[in-house]
């Protein structure tokens, strides 16, 4: 098992950016793991927003490509969600999601996924 700790979520103006980083420890090495971030808004689903694998193939939203960035640093177990001129649609609580193995479907379902973060809050004020 890994354990995922996601931060650098907080309060942020319409149009600053936000760095997430989220932070994986556990028996198995960082670098077998495929990776993704994940949000939710209240009484709503919880929507994948990008992913990255093992060889650091990325895939996005639709509706937060271009604005978002994951990245992963496998020697520090460590993968980021850059996240560039933030609005107010972005308010919501923002998960870190791996699993050591890749399933049928879309990386960005939350089926795919075995381990979460706690999750980490990110409000954007116009």
């Known amino acids: 098992p890994v354990k995922l700790v996601e931060s650098g979520g907080g309060s942020v103006q319409a149009g600053g950016s936000l760095r997430l980083s989220c932070e994986g420890s556990?028996?198995?090495?960082?670098?077998?793991?495929?990776l993704a971030w994940f949000r939710q808004v209240p009484g709503k689903e919880r929507e994948g927003i990008a992913s990255i694998d093992p060889w650091s193939n990325t895939d996005y939203a639709d509706s937060v490509e271009g604005s978002f960035t994951i990245s992963r640093d496998n020697r520090k177990s460590m993968v980021y969600l850059q996240i560039s001129n933030l609005k107010p649609e972005d308010t919501a609580m923002y998960y870190c999601?791996?699993?050591?193995?890749?399933?049928?479907?879309?990386?960005?379902?939350?089926?795919?996924?075995?381990?979460w973060g706690q999750g980490t809050q990110v409000t954007v004020s116009s």
């Open positions: 999601a791996a699993t050591s193995h890749r399933s049928d479907g879309s990386p960005l379902s939350s089926t795919m996924y075995n381990y």
């Open positions: 556990g028996d198995y090495s960082f670098t077998i793991y495929y």
